[in-house]
Nanobody, 114 residues
Framework: QVQLVESGGGTVQPGGSLRLSCTAS????????MRWYRQAPGKERELVAF???????NYSNSVKGRFTISRDNAKNTVYLQMNSLKPEDTAVYYC????????WGKGTLVTVSS
């Protein structure tokens, strides 16, 4: 079993930056892909960023060029650096992995507001 714990959310003004972290309870990051999803109020959960076990990354069109996903295997942690934040980025952000089954963290809230 794997626990995923997100942190780093908060309130930021438009144009600001935040870095989210997701730490896994086991040393699996070198053998699994990791994903960041988000869910805004009244909307479905959407995939934001993906990093493969080999380090290949992919992003949704809505965040491409502004968000960066990275991984520190030694710390069992995946990051989401979010720059040039917009009000429409406001959502609960979740990390996710599949390791025999789907695992999700409880999420961290990001609010972008002036």
């Amino acid at each position: 079993q794997v626990q995923l714990v997100e942190s780093g959310g908060g309130t930021v003004q438009p144009g600001g930056s935040l870095r989210l972290s997701c730490t896994a309870s086991r040393s699996i990051l070198s053998i699994v892909a990791m994903r960041w999803y988000r869910q805004a109020p009244g909307k479905e959960r959407e995939l934001v960023a993906f990093i493969s076990r080999l380090g290949t990354t992919n992003y949704s069109n809505s965040v491409k060029g502004r968000f960066t996903i990275s991984r520190d295997n030694a710390k069992n942690t995946v990051y989401l650096q979010m720059n040039s934040l917009k009000p429409e980025d406001t959502a609960v952000y979740y990390c996710n992995t599949f390791y025999g089954m789907d695992y999700w963290g409880k999420g961290t809230l990001v609010t972008v507001s002036s």
